[in-house]
């Protein structure tokens, strides 16, 4: 892997990136009597012709299905700014293919996707079943509602002919 360039003072400040790894970039050292400017010994390496990463280990960033198919097998892909439902699309042809992907751990994704879906299922299996008894109670509830009002005809019926 290529080596990580940062900037000088990123070890003593939090908002340059102490503990801080999104906050960790490069910036190039402009100082007057900068050490690290001047290249001078043990200083922290500056960017410069020569760092370049090999040709193996090139990475090919994949918006789709379509780029996904042009990888080879033995290629390491990337996965852009995708949505989840194609990002899922993307993985499983990966898996199918043994297209390496470097940004994410394929059999940990596909289990959490499976694992999300299970527990969507039992979320609609459970408001169905809410609903049945909702249905069922609001049922009962006229049924009850019904056979009260029947019989209060039935109790004014009886009145009526007793007078």
């Known amino acids: 892997m290529t080596k990580k ?21 490069w910036r190039r050292p402009t100082g007057r009597d900068n050490k690290m400017r001047e290249k001078r010994k043990n200083r922290p390496a500056v960017v410069a012709i020569g760092y370049k990463g090999s040709e193996k280990e090139k990475r090919l960033v994949v918006n789709n299905l379509n780029e996904l198919k042009k990888i ?50 039992a979320k609609k299996i459970t408001k169905k079943e809410k609903v049945k008894k909702r249905k069922s109670k609001e049922k009962k509830e006229t049924e009850k509602k019904d056979s009260e009002k029947v019989k209060k005809r039935e109790q004014e019926e009886k009145n009526e002919s007793v007078k």
């Open 72 to 121: 080879k097998k033995d290629e390491i892909a990337v996965i852009g700014n995708v949505g989840k439902k194609k990002k899922i699309e993307i993985v499983k042809v990966a898996k199918e293919k043994g297209i390496k992907i470097s940004n994410l751990n394929l059999k940990k994704f596909l289990k959490d996707v499976e694992k999300k879906e299970k527990q969507k299922e």
């Open 5 to 25: 360039f940062l900037r000088r003072t990123w070890d003593r400040y939090v908002k340059l990136g102490k503990g801080r790894k999104k906050k960790q970039k």
